[in-house]
């Protein structure tokens, strides 16, 4: 340290909590400019967000790791007591406090990044509040919390209420970023047309602070009725977080609201990318670059009406050829998805084709074996064989390959079948589906030539003493019975 007289940092708003060019200036270039009288590098801090809000850098910072809950559990007795694993704990602030903590911080600084220090202030008062509200009900969506975590968390963070300043009711654009400015600005210019639309963002944090942004600001609060809707996790063991402020059981008529025009706008994360239909939807917005082509597809899908807009918001950073890259992908996405249509209607055809005709007749009866039914009567026959409970009782058929463009067929009927006649092979076809009925074919005449298969070509059923009983029981009836 004493070798340096500048240090730069890049991305200075970073430098908060456990970031590392913070451990740096606390651990190193704090301790030096302490034992050197003043005397240390100067340090030159670079960075697009001037702004910086203190406050996010206080929250991972307001719990004292000494008092957390957990820390005191392990800490008091003998039998919980392990000094190692309690120096690893503190050293890692792996609790479930710090850990909220933690996740309330890094939500608080991306909101900051994205919408700058005013919408950082409003969420860190609103998710607090909102902690000390459902403390107070004792609700269930603390269930992951017990009775010491929730009053260590609601001290500390009531602690930190007190330093966020109070004005709620006027916006400033000077505090907000010029990302949500670019985004009012074309939010304005649909004044007066029919809009519908769905905005696209990244996180369940950005949905509520954006919500709560344009129902504030003059030129989006008249015009526009907000609504939100987030994923709902399948698990009930999900864990409450308290960076978390969209009621999901409050969005149940989001999207009926949205197609009978109550609300205009929906913000939303990638939850209604795909599984929705509002055929008035007219405007697509996506607050950030959409993560991959198919993002893409199916954001650019929900706009149903005619004339509709899809909008993507770049970062200035953001190579705009991206745009172009996704049209080329998706031009060759098509190609290769008709390419396939016409193979498979190819296929089709080829197996609608009608390759040739074979018949067996038995004279005595006149029943008829067509080609095209083998498959099915062999499929009856093996249904009437008795096996054991855990026998198949269907037949097994197996294509493969016999030359250029042509395939043989090979079944192997239920075991309970005489060997003799269990199997049958077909002659070669052009489609393995013809190959399949001759197969069937050919071991349907050897079951009928074995005694297996009567004259009318049906199975010949087994004697059964049961059934031979019953039926001798049954009143015989003509008929044919002749009136006068």
Not at 120 to 138: E, G, H, L, N
Not at 169 to 181: I, V
Not at 336 to 350: F, K, N, P, T, V
Not at 428 to 443: I, L, Q
Request: proline share 4%; hydrophobic share 40%.
């Amino acid at each position: 340290m004493a070798r340096l007289s500048l240090m730069v940092f890049d991305e200075a708003h970073h430098c908060i909590a456990r970031h590392p060019a913070s451990r740096i200036l606390r651990d190193f270039y704090h301790p030096h400019l302490a034992a050197n009288n003043g005397r240390a590098p100067a340090i030159l801090g670079l960075t697009a967000s001037p702004v910086v809000n203190n406050k996010v850098g206080k929250l991972e910072n307001s719990l004292d790791i000494e008092k957390d809950p957990y820390v005191k559990r392990l800490m008091s007795g003998p039998e919980s007591y392990d000094p190692v694993a309690l120096r690893k704990l503190k050293l890692s602030r792996k609790t479930y406090c710090q850990e909220q903590l933690k996740n309330l911080s890094i939500r608080a600084e991306n909101i900051q990044l994205e919408l700058g220090p005013w919408a950082a202030d409003w969420y860190i008062k609103a998710c607090i509040r909102k902690f000390q509200q459902v403390v107070s009900a004792d609700t269930v969506d603390l269930r992951m919390f017990d009775d010491h975590e929730k009053v260590y968390l609601e001290e500390c963070l009531s602690s930190l209420l007190s330093s966020v300043p109070e004005d709620e009711t006027s916006l400033d654009d000077a505090s907000l970023s010029s990302k949500f400015s670019c985004l009012t600005e074309f939010l304005s210019s649909q004044l007066g047309t029919d809009f519908t639309g769905l905005l696209f963002v990244r996180t369940r944090a950005e949905v509520a602070v954006l919500a709560q942004l344009l129902s504030m600001h003059p030129k989006t609060k008249v015009f526009f009725t907000v609504g939100t809707f987030v994923g709902v996790s399948s698990t009930t063991s999900r864990k409450g977080n308290i960076g978390d402020l969209v009621d999901v059981r409050g969005q149940i008529h989001t999207l009926d609201d949205l197609r009978f025009g109550r609300k205009n706008l929906v913000i939303t994360t990638s939850a209604l990318e795909e599984g929705i239909d509002v055929t008035a939807c007219n405007n697509v917005i996506c607050f950030d670059k959409p993560p991959n082509l198919i993002s893409v597809i199916q954001r650019r899908g929900r706009a149903r009406k005619s004339e509709s807009k899809f909008v993507i918001m770049l970062a200035d950073d953001v190579d705009p050829s991206i745009i172009t890259t996704w049209e080329n992908l998706e031009a060759e996405m098509h190609r290769q998805y008709m390419d396939d249509m016409r193979q498979l209607q190819e296929i089709r055809a080829l197996e609608e084709m009608d390759e040739g005709y074979r018949e067996f007749v038995v004279e005595k009866t006149g029943a008829k074996l067509l080609l095209a039914d083998a498959v099915s009567h062999l499929y009856h026959f093996c249904a009437t064989l008795t096996t054991g409970p855990f026998s198949n009782r269907a037949p097994v058929f197996s294509v493969k390959p016999a030359g250029h463009k042509t395939f043989t067929a090979r079944v192997l009927l239920p075991i309970s079948v005489d060997a003799s006649v269990r199997e049958a092979c077909s002659s070669a076809w052009e489609t393995e589906k013809s190959a399949k009925r001759d197969a069937a074919f050919e071991a349907y005449i050897q079951l009928y030539r074995a005694g297996l298969v009567s004259d009318n070509l049906l199975p010949v059923q087994a004697y059964d003493e049961q059934v031979a009983e019953i039926q001798t029981e049954v009143a015989k009836v003509a008929s044919l019975v002749e009136v006068a």
